[in-house]
DNA sequence: CGCGAGCTTGACGTTGTTCAACTAGAGTGG
DNA sequence: CCACTCTAGTTGAACAACGTCAAGCTCGCG
């Protein structure tokens, strides 16, 4: 178990945490190792601890009877089960890891105290929070207002830009994964993808995607 | 002008600040009257300050091109603009008035300031953020996996539970305004209420609707 | 080499938008 | 007090976007 005070990837509010409490936090912690495709959090299930992605990659989705829908894909440095923490006792979305993963897992009081009591911690959180919420807001806007080719556009954005930081990628998504991003039908994610390679936009290979033309892409999102 | 000290309606986070911390507060706010259809807050705006409702009803919206997208409804006791703390400077998303309001806007430094030195403020804000989120999740889950049918439900479950607390209500929003609260075609507004009020679900005289079964209403949701 | 999951393609159906026309009601000026 | 106008609300029909269904394909893996 890594010593939290001596972790090179953890999120930036533990910065702001003395010695004292950062102990407490690798006191009240475990490290997991989770495989693709894996659940990492369960929707509905009861709010016992803090997520930090610190390896890997990681969907936010919620279930619904028929369809799923991906809010967020994200790697390390991420961090989820805060927004349950006086909100209800349960979480109210799942966590899946798209590839291997290692996160920590920390109490949710200790958290929750050092919140309380530790204003450094509390303000980075508050900025942690608020770039949740213009994300979401995007979100939302995207989904309904766009159609979907503009839609695609943006994922393949966010994907090259956000996730995978290159302009080719090999993607740890399958299309169906895309397909709940993006709110369409997996087979319209297909004819999309298709549409944007005969307008040489993008090159499939595989699961590998490499964006040609970047401004074009901007255009349709 | 009134003492934030003795405001009888003042958001939560207030009651945790210090007498000096409120009059820092009280020197730095303009309190300000809104007749209904105004602009509050414009989308893009460089984010100045923070808005408390007092008294009436906002909505908060997102301007496209087309049409816009209403994300909230809500009335005394809403704060607006904390979002835009240390996301970027400017406000992403619009706030007008659906009828007469009283709003404060204090200057965001000072709320800024405040935040960063008083915990119990701090750790509030926390709380209101995270409700923020969950209410965001709930929308773009609602708007992207629920037919029009189970969106206007939802919506008149909200605005009878949380904005009117009344079963019978008579609104300060127009079709339109119900149009972009639920991502759809103010025709189709029109014709889902004809059919909840045809289903005996729901009155409308006007402005006013009444909810007769409220069970039906949260079977179509 | 064969199996199966994920991917792809085309045809078709449904939902909800758009357009155009009409109605009702509120405000205005002669 | 009545025509006039303007806006919001309403209705029906045509249309487009996207989802669904069914079938075939591909590639990795045993």
Redesign the interface.
């Known amino acids: 178990m890594t010593d939290c005070a001596k972790c090179k990837n953890r999120a930036s509010c533990f910065n702001e945490l003395s010695i004292n409490d950062l102990s407490k936090v690798t006191n009240n912690k475990v490290e997991i190792n989770y495989k693709k495709g894996e659940t990492i959090i369960k929707q509905n299930s009861f709010a016992s601890h803090i997520y930090f992605v610190k390896s890997g990659l990681v969907k936010m989705y919620?279930e619904?009877k028929?369809?799923n829908?991906t809010?967020e894909v994200a790697g390390s440095g991420s961090m989820y089960g805060?927004?349950?923490?006086?909100?209800n006792k349960n979480y109210?979305?799942s966590l899946a890891a798209l590839n291997d993963v290692h996160v920590c897992e920390i109490n949710v009081e200790v958290i929750n105290n050092i919140?309380?009591?530790?204003?450094g911690f509390?303000?980075d959180?508050?900025?942690q929070?608020?770039?949740?919420?213009?994300k979401?807001?995007?979100?939302?806007?995207c989904?309904?207002?766009k159609q979907t080719s503009a839609r695609i556009a943006d994922m393949l954005i966010e994907l090259s830009d956000n996730v995978y930081k290159k302009q080719s990628f090999i993607m740890d998504l399958s299309r169906k994964d895309l397909a709940e991003i993006t709110?369409m039908a997996t087979e319209n994610v297909v004819r999309t993808l298709k549409d944007f390679e005969q307008e040489k936009i993008i090159k499939l290979v595989g699961k590998k995607i490499s964006i040609i033309d970047y401004e074009k892409l901007r255009k349709y999102s």
Chains 1, 2 share one sequence.
Not at 129 to 134: D, F, R
């Open positions: 919620i619904n028929n369809k829908l809010l805060i927004t349950s923490l006086n909100y109210n979305f919140i309380k009591n530790n204003i509390s303000y959180v508050v900025n929070l608020n770039t949740t919420i213009n979401l807001i995007s979100k939302v806007n989904l309904s207002q709110n």
